[in-house]
């Protein structure tokens, strides 16, 4: 799904890349002709070095040590993939890296965590959230967010932070992966009854607000 989102560029920078799987086979499959795999750790580079060297890709897939974004320069690359990691770490490096505010630059996350937090450094700095796609392996859900830089900051409602695009999704996946999301706020909700109000009927707005909008949707 990650790869299913990338466009076809010159060089694709993944970032996490761990054993460089996806850019090989964006590579492979014509979407890049060439890749920055970026890792924080030396142990996954290795791991990438001999997968790029099973495909012979050693060429066309450079490898690099770097944290986030941070030793990325703003020429490199046009897709930026960062998938598998915490949705805080994400919107981190979208709050600190200014050379992603370019609308030649696509942003394909895939955060496994705290999405919402993902959406409002999106769109607190100026991303707009192109499409929001969802797939499951096991019984497990994943989310990727496409997103590109247009110069507009919104301060989005706190419902569309954690339900994003998938209020107006058509998968049964969307739709399970909603109500995962809502399921999860409730618990919260139920959980901060007696402990604080105030924040508990917030939530309980927030899951009205979104099984409306859900509704409204249709
Ligand atoms: C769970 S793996 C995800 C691998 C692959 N991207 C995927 O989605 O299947 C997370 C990878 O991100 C790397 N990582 C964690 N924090 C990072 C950071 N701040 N910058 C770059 N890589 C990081 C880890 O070393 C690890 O290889």
């Not at 495909?55 to 020429?75: H, K, P, T, W």
């Not at 930026?80 to 200014?98: H, L, P, S, Y």
């Amino acid at each position: 799904m990650v790869a299913d989102c990338v466009q076809p560029c010159v060089c694709l920078a993944d970032i996490g890349t761990d054993h460089a799987y996806l850019p090989v086979w964006c590579l492979l499959n014509g979407k890049a002709q060439f890749a920055i795999a970026a890792d924080i750790n030396p142990k996954p580079l290795a791991n990438a070095r001999q997968t790029l060297g099973t495909y012979g890709l050693e060429e066309r897939i450079e490898l690099r040590l770097s944290d986030g974004l941070q030793n990325i320069s703003a020429d490199e690359a046009q897709e930026i993939v960062v998938a598998g990691m915490g949705g805080n770490q994400i919107a981190d490096m979208i709050e600190t890296t200014a050379w992603l505010q370019d609308d030649a630059k696509h942003l394909i996350l895939q955060p496994m965590t705290h999405f919402e937090d993902v959406r409002k450094a999106l769109l607190e700095n100026g991303f707009q959230i192109e499409a929001e796609h969802t797939a499951s392996e096991g019984e497990r859900l994943y989310l990727v967010i496409s997103a590109r830089y247009c110069g507009e900051k919104h301060e989005a409602p706190e419902w569309y932070l954690y339900a994003g695009e998938l209020v107006y999704g058509t998968t049964d996946t969307d739709r399970q992966f909603l109500q995962k999301i809502l399921a999860r706020l409730k618990k919260r909700a139920d959980a901060l009854k007696e402990k604080d109000t105030a924040e508990s009927d917030s939530l309980f707005t927030i899951i009205k607000e979104i099984e409306n909008e859900c509704r409204a949707s249709v």
